[in-house]
């Protein structure tokens, strides 16, 4: 049986180019048979279809690549959950761009490994310029910033608790109660306090409650502020938070995940005009930056404030080869083998240029902005609030939240459309998160079609167009 063939060196692009053909095939082939925004017929359904076409995963004898691949690549296609269809608009779930898919592959086929300089040469250097790169968009002032590569928002979260940990001992996080949920995870897994948590009556964080706890509470404190919330989309006023941290000399962590890409619209920038205030900011480019997850940032004003991530492995960054001018690579992540994820956002953001991703930016915008007034100007349903970025909230009109939660299981249940759920004002409310800047105004006017149409269909018992 011959050795199946690599993915890189000078063959590798030769082998390659088939087995391409085969996934882009395969690709199209899936989204022609699912035919919409994801998979009808519910978990079971799609379990069921998914094993059955699949076939055995480790078979005695191999059936080859084209043949597994147009197999396995057809079914999950098929069944997939596609952020490129208008109406998969559920969650902060981009779809990402083709210059942006293209790279990762070129990443995988390169399969560097960003834990020493001599797995990763030139992958290592580009990394360095990218971080410093966009530190660099956040602070602007400051002379040495710096930022690490995450899988997230959640680990970026996570690192800047422990960056604060490492600075002041147990420091108290005080969050509002928009927070995303890994402020309070990650404070647990750190054996910090578990955090303490405002009130956010108008769905950002209420500076009277945030001024009472920092005027009451003792020792290393880090306020977490939201750029960008999972529920609607708001933002907490960062400016008047970072007055009052700078008045009590606490320490502000902004978790801008959602909205940090804001600043590079020139339209929307304002937004998010303060988070050079902050002593930590997460960004995620798999959100508004349309990356192929993961692409999560973690910038800081200095590259110092790094230094308590330092960790030395002899085999990986041993000191006379850091000495001898190696770079010293274990401290840019908590995690050892990581991928090099700053290829596909470096393609990106060359290919697009500022104004190419001002253009989306601002595109994805104008679409949340037309789906409110689609919203406003349709009878029976009832809009949240003007969108921030780009969430919509909105409801059929006096409907109790079990038929709005039913509303939204129908659509995914028939395959029609993927929109999430958040609860605000103690009522539950249906969530489109506009992320795909292809978006027209007729696939939202048949989103909310879909919506009145489920809602008679659940009226009259019968089954939504």
């Keep these: 049986m011959p050795i199946p063939p690599l993915?890189?060196?000078?063959?590798?692009?030769?082998?390659?180019?088939?087995?391409?053909?085969?996934?882009?095939?395969?690709?199209?082939?899936?989204?022609?048979?699912?035919?919409?925004?994801?998979?009808?017929?519910?978990?079971?359904?799609?379990?069921?279809?998914?094993?059955?076409?699949?076939?055995?995963?480790?078979?005695?004898?191999?059936?080859?690549?084209h043949h597994a691949l147009r197999t396995l690549v057809t079914a999950l296609t098929e069944g997939a959950a596609d952020p490129a269809h208008p109406h998969c608009a559920a969650h902060l779930h981009t779809?990402?761009?083709?210059?942006?898919?293209?790279?990762?592959?070129?990443?995988?086929?390169?399969?560097?490994?960003?834990?020493?300089?001599?797995?990763?040469?030139?992958?290592?250097?580009?990394?360095?310029?990218?971080?410093?790169?966009?530190?660099?968009?956040?602070?602007?002032?400051?002379?040495?910033?710096?930022?690490l590569i995450t899988t997230g928002g959640t680990e970026a979260n996570q690192l800047a608790l422990l960056?604060?940990?490492?600075?002041?001992?147990?420091?108290?996080?005080?969050?509002?109660?928009?927070?995303?949920?890994?402020?309070?995870?990650?404070?647990?897994?750190?054996?910090?306090?578990?955090?303490?948590?405002?009130?956010?009556?108008?769905?950002?964080?209420?500076?009277?409650?945030?001024?009472?706890?920092?005027?009451?509470?003792?020792?290393?404190?880090?306020?977490?502020?939201?750029a960008g919330t999972t529920d609607t989309g708001q933002i907490d006023p960062l400016d008047a938070i970072a007055d009052l941290t700078t008045t009590h000399g606490a320490e502000l962590h902004i978790d801008a995940?959602?909205?940090?890409?804001?600043?590079?619209?020139?339209?929307?920038?304002?937004?998010?005009?303060?988070?050079?205030?902050?002593?930590?900011?997460?960004?995620?480019l798999h959100k508004l930056g349309w990356q192929p997850a993961s692409a999560g940032i973690l910038a800081v004003p200095h590259h110092h404030d790094l230094d308590p991530l330092h960790h030395q492995a002899p085999y990986l960054n041993a000191d006379d080869d850091t000495d001898a001018g190696l770079p010293d690579l274990l401290g840019r992540s908590l995690r050892t083998t990581r991928r090099p994820d700053a290829l596909k956002i470096a393609v990106t953001l060359q290919a697009l240029g500022r104004d190419g991703l001002a253009d989306l930016i601002d595109r994805t915008?104008?679409?949340?902005?037309?789906?409110?007034?689609?919203?406003?100007?349709?009878?029976?349903?009832?809009?949240y609030a003007r969108p921030t970025i780009s969430t919509v909230l909105f409801r059929p009109t006096d409907a109790h939240d079990t038929t709005v939660a039913t509303i939204r299981r129908t659509l995914l249940t028939h395959g029609h459309a993927v929109l999430g759920r958040a609860h605000a004002d103690n009522r539950l409310w249906l969530k489109a998160t506009l992320l795909n800047p292809h978006t027209t105004p007729d696939d939202l006017h048949r989103l909310t079609d879909l919506v009145t149409h489920a809602v008679t269909g659940l009226t009259e018992g019968s089954t939504p167009r």
């Design 7 to 65: 993915a890189g060196g000078t063959a590798g692009p030769t082998h390659l180019r088939p087995l391409l053909d085969t996934v882009l095939t395969a690709l199209h082939d899936g989204a022609a048979r699912r035919n919409g925004p994801l998979p009808a017929g519910g978990p079971d359904t799609v379990t069921h279809h998914t094993h059955h076409t699949t076939g055995p995963l480790i078979p005695d004898h191999g059936t080859g690549a």
């Design 365 to 383: 915008l104008a679409a949340a902005h037309h789906l409110a007034d689609i919203i406003t100007a349709t009878p029976h349903l009832d809009l």
């Design 257 to 284: 995940a959602y909205g940090g890409p804001l600043l590079l619209s020139p339209t929307h920038r304002h937004l998010v005009h303060s988070l050079h205030r902050a002593h930590s900011v997460t960004l995620d």
């Design 163 to 226: 960056l604060a940990r490492e600075r002041h001992g147990p420091v108290q996080t005080i969050c509002a109660a928009n927070a995303h949920h890994s402020i309070t995870r990650a404070a647990w897994l750190l054996g910090l306090p578990a955090p303490l948590v405002i009130p956010a009556p108008t769905g950002v964080m209420d500076l009277p409650a945030l001024h009472d706890a920092l005027t009451h509470h003792q020792g290393p404190l880090l306020v977490t502020a939201t």
């Design 95 to 147: 779809p990402p761009l083709a210059v942006a898919a293209a790279a990762d592959l070129a990443a995988s086929a390169l399969n560097p490994s960003m834990d020493s300089w001599d797995q990763a040469p030139a992958a290592s250097a580009l990394e360095t310029t990218l971080t410093r790169t966009l530190a660099a968009e956040i602070y602007p002032h400051t002379p040495h910033p710096d930022a």
